[in-house]
């Protein structure tokens, strides 16, 4: 079973152009929701990520929108730009005080980013 | 750089075959998880490692084992080989300070034959 269902599976933008990913989990325990940014090559690395307390988070170019009610969370990337091109993975876990203090994210399937110029 | 490094980069196997990866965390980290990412699917949680101790399992069978040493490097031990089994297998290292965040090395592309 999916918990976190993410699409589009790719998306094609031209340059300046606004990326939008979408994301959507089952668990209501989930309360960390991160994305992250994987180059070929290359793992995954942190890009944004947010709690469930605020509705929306903007770092730089890219703004996570979450709606809790509908479970539901997207990634915005504005003025997209070619160096953008990579995937995009969302994640979710449950914020707990386990031995170790370290969160297990479950990631949704990616979405292949490719910005033309 | 993630500090992360993982070996061997890439790796083939056949059937039945038994294999290590190995990864080295970031300096100050305690934590290690492993995962496995298949062609076009997100990263799958296999388990974690804290402190030489395991921290919790993904769904994946007992073939599936690993190690964390003192100096909190890891290794993945993967028995009796399935085509299924390639994919790529990522090591992530964090620290137990509750900030949230992995970081991830390259990973290893294992292919079974």
């Known amino acids: 079973q999916q918990q976190v269902k993410q699409s589009p599976q790719s998306l094609i933008v031209q340059k300046g152009g606004i990326s939008i990913i979408n994301c959507a989990y089952e668990?209501?325990?989930?309360?960390?929701f991160p994305w992250y940014q994987q180059f070929p090559g290359k793992g995954p690395a942190l890009l944004i990520a947010?709690?469930?307390?605020?509705s929306e988070k903007k770092e730089g170019r890219f703004t996570i929108s979450f709606n809790k009610s509908a479970k539901q969370f997207s990634l915005h990337i504005m003025d997209s730009q070619p160096g953008d091109s990579a995937t995009y993975f969302c994640?979710?876990?449950?914020?707990?005080?386990?031995?170790?203090?370290?969160?297990?994210?479950?990631f949704g399937r990616g979405t292949s980013l490719i910005v033309h110029p | 750089e993630t500090g992360v490094t993982q070996s061997p980069t890439h790796l083939i196997k056949t059937r039945g075959q038994q294999v290590t990866l190995r990864c080295s965390s970031q300096?100050?980290?305690?934590?290690v998880s492993w995962y496995q990412q298949a062609l076009g699917q997100g990263p799958q949680f296999i388990f974690q490692?804290?402190?030489?101790?395991?921290?919790g399992r993904g769904n994946f069978p007992p073939r599936f084992s690993g190690l964390q040493f003192p100096n909190y490097s890891s290794e993945l031990n993967v028995n009796a080989l399935e085509l299924d089994d390639s994919a790529l297998y990522l090591c992530?290292?964090?620290?137990?300070?509750?900030?949230?965040?992995?970081?991830f090395g390259a990973g290893t592309r294992l292919s079974v034959l």
């Open positions: 992530a290292s964090s620290s137990d300070r509750g900030d949230n965040i992995q970081y």
């Open positions: 668990n209501t325990a989930f309360d960390y």
């Open positions: 947010i709690r469930p307390d605020v």
């Open positions: 994640a979710a876990s449950i914020e707990e005080a386990a031995s170790g203090g370290s969160y297990i994210p479950t």
């Open positions: 300096s100050g980290h305690n934590t």
């Open positions: 490692y804290y402190r030489e101790e395991e921290n």
